[in-house]
């Protein structure tokens, strides 16, 4: 699982160690979770917050990052 981040000022980002303070939602590490949980806000319910279009984007383009990585890993 991949968890996503809300800092204590508000911020929201991947968390990619598991281990940074602040409250966190999980989730698989697939684009398409991201997307789903975008959908049903899923990350709003979470977080008790509305969370902005970019910041969506962002953390899309980090996931897609990341998933690259990930099947990387797996491949090897
Ligand atoms: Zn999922």
Redesign the pocket.
Known sequence: MLRVLKTADGAICLDITGKKNGRGAY??K?EE?LK?ARRNKGLERSFKMSIPEEVYRTLEEEFAALEKEFEKLESE
């Open positions: 989730l698989c697939r979770c789903k």
